[in-house]
């Protein structure tokens, strides 16, 4: 089993999960990880090789694959987690209010990053307790707790993934139908997480947008009803928008509703 799930991952899989260690572990409460005595020795030794004598990585290969997951750290966030459908439901109600650039991107992004962790924050703690504590504390080697940690992670991807977009991308890649969660390669479910996230935020802002553009189009007709062709509609109909999204809460309700669209277990 081992070896057909580092296969089917690949190297850009092991990079992903490498990534995710990373978010798990500043997601996951670690108190004093570096006073630990059983914490894995970062130190480099000229001349050591890739395997110590137990079997495990080296500290020079350690260093080298902790900076590979930092670098792939912002990519991961924005492919595998709920980050991508927050931030452009967020972006697109903005939009839809026609505040321009009120909230600023800052203000979005920063508040979609918090509630990725948020949402993620289950997840983040199964990959931290199952993979990467034991292997902090020597309980289990490098490859165990990749896998480990790959199993809640991929999980999360393909329950979140619509049926048809895992067909399209096993289709694309070549790759056979698999019988379990378990066997769907990284290079599919991380693909078809995306556009199934981008799928569903799209509608989710057409749902937003529609209440909006049915209040723009009475303005208008008013307006124009009313021979006051010069006064540009957007005049009257944002105060009335943005009232309207106030009395009914809108930023909760908003942020509510995308919480719950999540399947976590």
Known sequence: MKHKLTRTMGANGALLVCAAIAMACMASPAPALAADPQFPDLSIAIGNSQLSSDGSIASALKIVLML?????????????????????????????????SMPPNMVITGLALFLTFAVMGPIFNEMYTEGIQPMLDGQMSEQ??????????????????????????????????PDDIADVPFNVAVPAFVLSELNTAFQIGFLIALPFLVLDMVVSSVLTSMSMITLPPVVISLPLKLMLFVIVDGWHLIIASLVQTYHIT
Not at 78 to 89: D, N
Not at 145 to 167: G, S
């Open 68 to 100: 590979s997951a930092l670098s792939f750290a912002p990519a991961a966030i924005l492919t595998m987690t709920c980050f991508t459908r927050i931030a452009v439901v967020l972006g697109m109600t903005r939009t839809a209010l026609g505040t321009q």
């Open 144 to 177: 165990e707790a990749i896998e480990k940690v790959a199993a809640p992670l991929k999980n999360f991807l393909v329950k979140n993934a619509r049926e048809k977009d895992l067909a399209l991308f096993l289709e694309i890649t070549r790759s056979e139908a």
